[in-house]
């Protein structure tokens, strides 16, 4: 993307502006009196790339047994780097997982299988949204920040459901079996994939869920490595703030700039300092340079063997039909 540098350069501006705000003097304190807690941090994130691993084996459906599982745990990994560094960072995960598992699935059941992995990372991303939303107007009310999250959470179970509803639509399979040519049986195994669950994909929204409570309890454990009291209310708060910096942030690297913002802003409502704030997303960005500095190395070190999609014997998958 063009403007990924401006925009990168943008969020590093803000970043710089918001440190010398806050005191740097304070925020280097705080910082390092946090970081023997950092490892715990680290393993719930372990706990986080399991769930999101589960989630996308079971938008696989009927076709998951046939995707290893080093090839997908590598898929994982590389995909946290491209979602923390892309611009519209799930998206593009999903895509790139999507082209490292088609040599095992074909490229219409691992494009379907990333629809709907994104699709329930936007319904789990919804309705953490709402708890989140509570804390918000436990702590301030009717803010800006309680509506934001309301907002969000509407606003993401609806890309959901329209996602889902407009893939699984006949009228979009006829036209697309129609347009695609010789590609037209692509894109009837396509929409036969996307067709397999139901309206909602519950069982990766609910492994997606399980991911956001995890983070949750990240933020409960940087709120107390900062010493700001970490109680369920305020851990909720905090991924709201997070959640909503991600969705206005989504074209800025690691959101970098922009959630330090948000924190820094809600500083007041969470009873603290703006460096106090401010630190627990410098925190959590570390956590996440970690985890991106694996991903950018995995195809470096970790080689899997290439393989064709003839090479993997398909099992006796029922067509299903969209209702």
């Known amino acids: 993307m063009v403007f990924k540098p401006v925009f990168a350069l943008g969020g590093l501006g803000m970043l710089t502006a918001m440190v010398h705000k806050a005191g740097a003097g304070e925020l280097k304190t705080t910082l390092l009196a946090a970081l023997p807690l950092l490892p715990w941090v680290v393993l719930l ?21 046939q995707v290893p599982l080093a090839v997908l745990v590598r898929a994982q990994l590389i995909g946290t780097a491209v979602s923390s560094m892309a611009p519209a960072g799930r998206t593009a995960a999903e895509a790139t997982k999507a082209t490292l598992l088609t040599p ?54 609806l890309a959901s459901l329209g996602m889902r509803a407009g893939l699984r639509a006949k009228r979009l399979g006829a036209w697309m079996q129609r347009r695609c040519g010789k590609w037209g049986a692509h894109a009837e195994v396509f929409q036969a994939s996307v067709c397999a669950g139901g309206l909602c994909p519950w069982r990766p ?103 064709t999609v003839a090479q993997v014997v398909p099992p006796a998958v029922p067509v299903p039909v969209c209702r």
Request: proline share 2%; charged share 5%; net charge positive.
């Open 205 to 307: 929204m609910l492994a997606f869920l399980v991911s956001r409570v995890l983070q949750v309890m990240q933020y409960a454990v940087l709120a107390h490595a900062v010493g700001i009291n970490a109680t369920v209310v305020q851990a909720l708060f905090t991924q709201g703030l997070y959640l909503v910096a991600l969705a206005m942030g989504s074209l800025v690297p690691g959101q970098v700039g922009v959630t330090d913002g948000m924190f820094s802003l809600a500083a007041g409502a969470m009873g603290t300092s703006a460096a106090k704030a401010m630190s627990i997303a410098l925190l959590a960005h570390a956590v996440q340079a970690v985890f991106v500095l694996a991903g950018a190395l995995t195809p470096l070190v970790w080689r899997v063997q290439k393989v």
């Open 104 to 157: 095992y699935t074909g490229a219409a059941s691992a494009t379907a299988a990333a629809a709907t992995s994104q699709a329930a990372s936007l319904g789990a991303g919804g309705l953490i949204s709402f708890p989140c939303a509570v804390a918000s107007y436990l702590m301030t009310g009717w803010s800006a920040f309680t509506v934001g999250m309301v907002v969000h959470g509407f606003v993401l179970l």
């Open 45 to 65: 994130e372990m706990g986080r790339q399991t769930c999101d691993a589960t989630a996308t084996r079971l938008s696989y459906g009927a076709r998951a047994g």
